[in-house]
């Protein structure tokens, strides 16, 4: 009798691990075969600037999610309000040493020291977001990523415009009073790629504007934006755009009846009066397809750059209450021709330097110089942006834009 209870017995576990799936299920939390990545993440700001480190941390989250999809966990160490300095070559081993398989850093200045450190652990896959050294190094262990963000840059910019147009249309704004200001970090490559992107886009489909930009020499200084964006004000500019970390411009934006467009993060609560719509990198793309990849022992890409043909750009809400009348129409037809190819950025029919078209343009060799043997960037009618390397390297100073350095 013992024998046949315990073989009834051992017929129900049986069946109930087949009910259960044996464990098979990639999702379950307790498969033994699910794969757990452990990911450093440094990050010159917080989440709290509702700007950029606060759009890697929303990457972040989206990453996780969909690779638990797939099966992959992640195990997450951040590094917060680490400084452009010998701290983050701290942070970067320190990541190394408790066992991180992938470090990301999240500022363009992070890189030098991200380099010092990799050579010592080649085993770790060390990733530089918006720089481009790792690009040329001899280092199998290096990689550097960006997104082509003057797609979504120039998309806002033909919201601006549109503003613009229609303000001159009404005969609210002379035609030769449609001024923007642009807060920029730093008169990087990175900062001068976005905004004439911007411009174009802005004068594409309002030819009488012109622009002006304060840098203000810092990736995120609050005081220091918000303080740009009203002395570009008080300087006639009735719409503000930034590439600066924080929501001060478009806070100022509206206390000073300008409009606004944001950069990495949808900025309409802060400034429903003022702000448009924004344009943001989706990292998650990115974070997803690397970390997949470290799970699966698999090589990636050492520079990668993709935009809105992936889902890498991407618009914010637009702001229906403010926007001009067929402003959603106009984006959608604006996106397919940048994604179909019928319309280029960088097309040098649409701008001129010092008042003559520009023919010729060599990109950035390693040391990050442009020198005459370089590869020509400019053919067939468009300067071709973030194809030789993922990190921008359009620097000319066009006509229509004042700079304020």
């Given at each position: 009798?013992?024998?046949?209870?315990?073989?009834?017995?051992?017929?129900?576990?049986?069946?109930?691990?087949?009910?259960?799936?044996?464990?098979?299920?990639?999702?379950?939390?307790?498969?033994?075969?699910?794969?757990?990545?452990?990911?450093?993440?440094?990050?010159?700001?917080?989440?709290?600037?509702?700007?950029?480190?606060?759009?890697?941390?929303?990457?972040?989250?989206?990453?996780?999610?969909?690779?638990?999809?797939?099966?992959?966990?992640?195990?997450?160490?951040?590094?917060?309000?680490?400084?452009?300095?010998?701290?983050?070559?701290?942070?970067?081993?320190?990541?190394?040493?408790?066992?991180?398989?992938?470090?990301?850093?999240?500022?363009?200045?992070?890189?030098?020291?991200?380099?010092k450190v990799a050579g010592d652990y080649p085993e770790i896959q060390f990733v530089g977001c918006t720089n481009q050294n790792s690009y040329g190094d001899t280092l199998k262990n290096t990689h550097n990523a960006f997104a082509s963000i003057y797609e979504g840059r120039y998309l806002a910019g033909v919201v601006a415009g549109m503003k613009l147009q229609e303000m001159i249309d009404a005969g609210d704004l002379a035609a030769d009073k449609a001024v923007i200001g642009?807060?920029?970090?730093?008169?990087?490559?990175?900062?001068?790629?976005?905004?004439?992107?911007?411009?174009?886009?802005?004068?594409?489909?309002?030819?009488?504007?012109?622009?002006?930009?304060?840098?203000?020499?810092?990736?995120?200084?609050?005081?220091?934006?918000?303080?740009?964006?009203?002395?570009?004000?008080?300087?006639?500019?009735?719409?503000?755009?930034q590439h600066s970390d924080n929501t001060t411009p478009a806070t100022t934006a509206q206390s000073k009846g300008a409009f606004h467009t944001g950069y990495n993060n949808d900025m309409i609560d802060v400034a429903p009066e003022s702000s448009l719509i924004g344009t943001r990198i989706d990292w998650s793309v990115y974070f997803t397809y690397i970390i997949e990849a470290v799970a699966n022992g698999q090589e990636f890409d050492q520079d990668w750059c993709h935009g809105i043909d992936n889902g890498a750009v991407v618009l914010t809400k637009l702001n229906e209450k403010?926007?001009?009348?067929?402003?959603?129409?106009?984006?959608?037809?604006?996106?397919?021709?940048?994604?179909?190819?019928?319309?280029?950025?960088?097309?040098?029919?649409?701008?001129?330097?010092?008042?003559?078209?520009?023919?010729?343009?060599?990109?950035?060799?390693?040391?990050?110089?442009?020198?005459?043997?370089?590869?020509?960037?400019?053919?067939?009618?468009y300067f071709h942006e973030s194809t030789v390397q993922s990190a921008p390297y359009f620097t000319l100073d066009i006509d229509g834009i004042t700079l304020d350095q």
């Open positions: 009798m013992k024998k046949f209870l315990a073989l009834i017995l051992s017929l129900v576990m049986a069946l109930s691990l087949v009910a259960c799936g044996g464990g098979d299920d990639p999702k379950d939390p307790e498969n033994n075969d699910s794969k757990t990545v452990k990911v450093g993440l440094i990050c010159i700001g917080d989440e709290n600037d509702q700007g950029y480190t606060y759009n890697f941390i929303r990457g972040k989250e989206a990453a996780t999610k969909a690779l638990e999809e797939k099966g992959i966990k992640v195990d997450w160490v951040v590094k917060y309000n680490v400084k452009e300095d010998v701290k983050c070559e701290d942070a970067n081993r320190e990541l190394a040493e408790d066992g991180c398989q992938l470090i990301i850093n999240n500022s363009f200045g992070f890189e030098e020291y991200m380099l642009y807060v920029g970090a730093y008169p990087y490559a990175e900062v001068k790629s976005g905004y004439t992107a911007y411009f174009l886009g802005a004068k594409s489909v309002c030819p009488s504007v012109t622009m002006k930009v304060k840098f203000v020499n810092s990736w995120s200084d609050a005081t220091a934006e918000g303080n740009a964006a009203s002395a570009l004000c008080d300087e006639g500019c009735v719409l503000i755009s403010i926007a001009a009348p067929g402003t959603a129409e106009k984006l959608a037809e604006v996106e397919k021709a940048i994604t179909d190819g019928t319309l280029h950025i960088f097309d040098t029919s649409k701008f001129t330097v010092n008042g003559a078209p520009v023919t010729t343009a060599f990109a950035l060799d390693t040391n990050g110089d442009f020198v005459p043997d370089s590869e020509e960037v400019v053919y067939d009618g």
